[in-house]
């Protein structure tokens, strides 16, 4: 991936709540993928010298699990996202590549219930643009990351001897980023 020869943004730029998402999907049952997301979400991308960073969070008890309840206990509780403990999903970027035709790859860490682990997204950048509700890019990203790295361990058979939960989980934001207003200001 060839290196855009600007930097693609400058200042800081915030997620709108809506429309991103920070969604994921799991194999469930063997039989078809999970999906869900977090509603609680904040993000920014911003330039750092010569770089971009991207920073964001997730209240991981905002996961669209509600039904039924006692999976949302358990998808809660200790075995899987441990929320008493630790609250948050974060991610911070490493390195930022953006090529002339917008493709995208992220390095940055990610910590899941307080363990913390390198990864590698990719997808698609759009640059900063003017609108009519202010100055927005976008970011679209996607990875796969495995769910036992970040002590997801749990796991159950099917009667018919495959596992309940798959180990691989998908995972994508797609983040409309308004650019702040102070930096608009300067």
């Known amino acids: 991936m060839s290196q855009a020869a600007v ?3 400058s200042g800081t730029y915030r997620a709108q709540a809506e429309p991103s998402t920070f969604a994921f999907a799991v194999r469930h049952s063997g039989v078809f993928r999970f999906r869900g997301k977090f509603s ?3 993000a ?32 809660l509780g200790p ?34 219930r307080g363990v913390t682990r390198s990864v590698t997204a990719s997808g698609r950048y759009a640059a900063p643009r003017t609108l009519s509700f202010g100055e927005a890019a ?15 361990d749990w796991q159950a058979e ?8 798959g180990w691989d989980v998908d995972v994508e934001i797609d983040l409309l980023l308004m650019r702040d207003d102070a930096d608009a200001q300067r």
């Open 158 to 165: 099917t009667p018919d001897g495959g596992d309940a939960v």
């Open 40 to 42: 609680d979400v904040t």
């Open 79 to 112: 075995a899987f996202f441990d929320v008493e403990n630790e609250p948050d999903v974060t991610f911070r970027s490493t390195a930022i590549r953006v090529a002339d035709d917008g493709a995208a790859e992220v390095d940055g860490e990610l910590t899941i």
């Open 138 to 152: 976008g970011i679209q990203l996607q990875t796969t990351i495995d769910r036992r790295d970040f002590g997801f």
């Open 7 to 9: 930097q693609p943004l």
């Open 44 to 75: 920014t991308l911003r330039s750092e010298g010569d770089a971009l960073v991207l920073e964001g969070s997730a209240r991981a008890e905002s996961i669209s699990v509600v039904e039924p309840a006692a999976m949302r206990a358990s998808v």
